[in-house]
C-alpha cells in the first residue's frame, strides 16, 4: 500500500532524523493547528518505534502577546518546566506551522533582544547536548496559507514545493537524503583539512580562518529540508566586507541589501537599504552577536528563490548564509549568543570561493 505524503514525513523525521529508540523521550512541538495531519503521523510512528511521545502544541499567535505584554521580569523569566524539558528530553521533533509570518513585524525590538537573551541559556543547552550525543533535535515546516503568501505563490504551488524540497514526491525520500550526504561529505572532509577561505563577489571580499574548524554534512538530521555544509570559524579570524543581496527575514521582521564590515571578526559596520533600525537591534542583543557563527554553502538545488522562510532559503543550491551570533560547538565554535540569524547571499553571479588560495566553488557549484 503506497505511503501518504504524511506518512513518509513522520518517518524521516522519527527514523531518520532524530532516530527514535525504544524508551525515548520524543517531545513534538507545533506551531499551530495547521500542523495536526504531521504531528499525528509522528505521533503515531513514535509509538511504533517504542518511544514516549510529548506533544507541545501552541495557537500560532502566544509569542506575539508575550512579546507585547510581559514585563521585563517576565520577559527574563525562564521556567523551572522548559528548562527541565531542555536536559530530559532526548529527541525534539519542532513543525512550524506559522498562521502568519508577520506577527512579530511590529513587534519593540528591544523586547525581542532581551527575550531572546533569556531564553540563550536553553539554546546553549540542547546545543551542548546534541554536541555530546545525548540529545537529537530536528526542525522542520507543513504548508500553510501563510508561508505560501510569503513566497508568493498559491496554497497548492507552496505544498507542492515543499515536498518537493524534501523529497517527499519520492517513493525512498531517506534514500536521496542518503546519497546527498554521500556527495556533501567529500566537500566537508576536504574543507575540514582547509586553513583559509576566501570568498568574493558582489561588494564582497572576505576571508574565514577555519583551521582546525569541522565541516559537517546537513542531509536531514537537523533540518529538514536540508542541504548545505557548514562550520564555525574561528572567533577572531573573519576578516573583510560581504554583501547580502537576498532579502534577509527573521523573527517576521525583513532587511533588504545588508552589507556587513567585519575586523577580527566582530561586525563593526553593519547597513542595510531597508531594516536598519531591526538589523541594529539584533547585533546588539548581547556580547555575542556581533560574532560570526556560521559559514555554510547551500546545496538543495530544488530551491532556487526565496520564499522569506530561513529554513528552506539557506539551503538554495548556488548560495552562502553567514550567520551572526552563536557558534556550533560541534564544529569547535565557541562563540555563544542569543542570536543566529542566517544572511544569504546569491553566488551564481561571479561569486568565489577560494580554500587555501585553491579556486573551489564558481557561480554556485563547487568544483572540487
Not at 106 to 113: E, G, I, P, S, V
Not at 163 to 179: G, I, T
Not at 260 to 289: R, Y
Amino acid at each position: 500500500m503506497n505511503k501518504t505524503v504524511w506518512e513518509k514525513y513522520a518517518e524521516v523525521l522519527v527514523d531518520y532524523s532524530v532516530d527514535v529508540q525504544k524508551g525515548d523521550l520524543v517531545e513534538i512541538r507545533s506551531e499551530s493547528i495547521y500542523a495536526k495531519d504531521l504531528v499525528r503521523a509522528v505521533y503515531k510512528r513514535v509509538l511504533e518505534r517504542g518511544g514516549h511521545p510529548l506533544v507541545r502544541t501552541g495557537l500560532g499567535d502566544l509569542a506575539e502577546l508575550f512579546i507585547k505584554y510581559a514585563s521585563e521580569e517576565q520577559l527574563d523569566y525562564v521556567d523551572p518546566i522548559s528548562k527541565l524539558e531542555y536536559e530530559r528530553v532526548d529527541k525534539f521533533i519542532s513543525i512550524g506551522s506559522p498562521l502568519n509570518t508577520k506577527s512579530m513585524k511590529r513587534a519593540d525590538l528591544q523586547k525581542l533582544a532581551r527575550r531572546g537573551k533569556a531564553t540563550k541559556t536553553l539554546s546553549e543547552l540542547l546545543m551542548k547536548r546534541s554536541a555530546e550525543g545525548s540529545a537529537k533535535w530536528v526542525i522542520c515546516d507543513v504548508p500553510t496559507h501563510a508561508l505560501a503568501q510569503e513566497a508568493g505563490m498559491s496554497f497548492d504551488e507552496y505544498s507542492e514545493f515543499l515536498f518537493k524540497s524534501c523529497y517527499l514526491d519520492l517513493e525512498n525520500p531517506v534514500a536521496k537524503l542518503r546519497e546527498l550526504d554521500e556527495k556533501q561529505t567529500k566537500w566537508a572532509d576536504y574543507l575540514s583539512k582547509v586553513k583559509k577561505l576566501h570568498i568574493t563577489g558582489e561588494k564582497t571580499n572576505i576571508t574565514f580562518n577555519v583551521e582546525g574548524r569541522k565541516w559537517i554534512s546537513c542531509s536531514g538530521l537537523n533540518n529538514y529540508p536540508d542541504g548545505e555544509v557548514f562550520t564555525s570559524p574561528v572567533e577572531d579570524g573573519i576578516n573583510g566586507e560581504i554583501y547580502f543581496d537576498y532579502p534577509q527575514n527573521y523573527r517576521g521582521n525583513e532587511a533588504h541589501g545588508v552589507h556587513l564590515w567585519i575586523e577580527n571578526g566582530k561586525v563593526v559596520k553593519a547597513t542595510a537599504d531597508k531594516g536598519e533600525e531591526f538589523l541594529h537591534a539584533m547585533l546588539d542583543m548581547d556580547e555575542g552577536s556581533h560574532g560570526i557563527g556560521e559559514i555554510a554553502v547551500g546545496t538543495n538545488d530544488m530551491i532556487q528563490e526565496i520564499t522569506g522562510n530561513i529554513l528552506f532559503d539557506e539551503k538554495i543550491g548556488g548560495a552562502i548564509h553567514m550567520a551572526v551570533g552563536a557558534s556550533y560547538p560541534e564544529t569547535g565554535g565557541k562563540n555563544v549568543s542569543g542570536l543566529h540569524w542566517d544572511l544569504i547571499k546569491n553566488m551564481k553571479n561571479g561569486g568565489k570561493i577560494f580554500a587555501d588560495d585553491v579556486l573551489i566553488y564558481e557561480n554556485g557549484k563547487f568544483i572540487i
